[in-house]
């Protein structure tokens, strides 16, 4: 079956530290990769994505994404993390419509 | 201007009520969707509409009707409500998500059946 899976349910991590995220993915083809961020009592917002083309996507608020193909992976990273930056974080794909991974709560510690 | 709007934001009602979500995108997408997040952050879609056609009904109790009047609206209704339905609830547009940012989601519904 194809999915997305997030690892780790929560990540600890101090500010001004780099940040990861992982996702592996189990797509077949051609995979169209997701990020997506949920504040607090918020909607989810578009972090990046990756159709085709260079491995490594830059996206909003610093943050990126690397399409490892050998490895299955989309992790996101973030070189220096703000407290601003705790939310809820999705990888997702999209085959006919969005599956989304069962998300991963950063949070940044000052 | 808000892009996907959602009212609701909170319904708190009781078991056994009929209720409404309403859901309105301005981006001029072809596609909308409902999602369920439960308690545990589970993202779930329940439907998706294509220029007002049902497309896809995710094994959703048939007391959740969606309609369509047109492709700018996405209502979501809910007769019998029960306490497991308590989640917020996302509606979301998209045109081709390959083109764009994928989906553009709503802020959320949050309904408490008690």
């Known amino acids: 079956a194809q999915s997305v899976a997030q690892p780790e349910d929560q990540v600890n991590v101090a500010e001004g530290n780099p940040l990861t995220v992982k996702c592996t993915y189990s797509?077949?083809?051609?995979?169209?990769l997701f990020w997506y961020v949920q504040y607090p009592n918020r909607g989810l917002q578009f972090l990046l994505k990756y159709i085709t083309g260079d491995n490594l996507v830059k996206g909003s608020y610093g943050f990126e994404a690397e399409f490892n193909k050998s490895q299955t992976s989309f992790h996101l990273k973030k070189p220096s993390a703000l407290v601003s930056d705790s939310a809820l974080y999705f990888c997702a794909y999209n085959f006919n419509k969005f599956y989304f991974g069962s998300g991963t709560k950063l949070n940044v510690k000052p | 201007d808000t892009a996907v709007s959602q009212t609701p934001k909170y319904l708190v009602t009781q078991m056994g009520n009929d209720k409404s979500i309403k859901c309105e995108q301005n981006?001029?997408?072809?596609?909308m969707y409902w999602y369920k997040q439960d308690s545990k952050k589970f993202l779930k879609i329940m439907f998706s509409?294509?220029?007002?056609?049902?497309?896809i009904n995710e094994t959703v109790p048939n007391r959740f009707s969606p309609k369509s009047p047109d492709k700018a609206h996405l209502n979501l209704h809910i007769n019998s409500l029960e306490l497991g339905d308590s989640a917020v609830y996302f509606c979301?547009?998209?045109?081709?998500?390959?083109?764009?940012?994928?989906?553009?989601f709503g802020s959320g519904t949050r309904l408490t059946v008690v």
């Open positions: 979301a547009s998209s045109q081709d998500p390959r083109q764009g940012n994928g989906y553009t």
């Open positions: 509409y294509n220029n007002k056609e049902l497309i």
């Open positions: 797509v077949s083809g051609n995979p169209y």
């Open positions: 981006l001029g997408h072809d596609t």
